[in-house]
């Protein structure tokens, strides 16, 4: 799941806290799964699925 997003770092903390469930609901995952968000130097943001070991 991939998205370049045009606002700053606390605005997109917002809205993902805003849309939590429904980036949960999109990707598939429940609520035992973990996923990281990070940036590029481009600005895209990129949302992984994480897995524990």
Not at 6 to 21: K, L, P, R
Not at 40 to 53: A, G, H, V
């Amino acid at each position: 799941y991939r998205r370049t997003w045009g606002t700053e770092a606390g605005d997109w903390e917002h809205i993902v806290s805003v849309n939590i469930s429904r980036l949960r609901k999109h990707l598939g995952l429940n609520e035992g799964s973990a996923f990281e968000i990070s940036c590029t130097q481009n600005k895209d943001y990129i949302l992984r699925k994480t897995r524990f070991t």
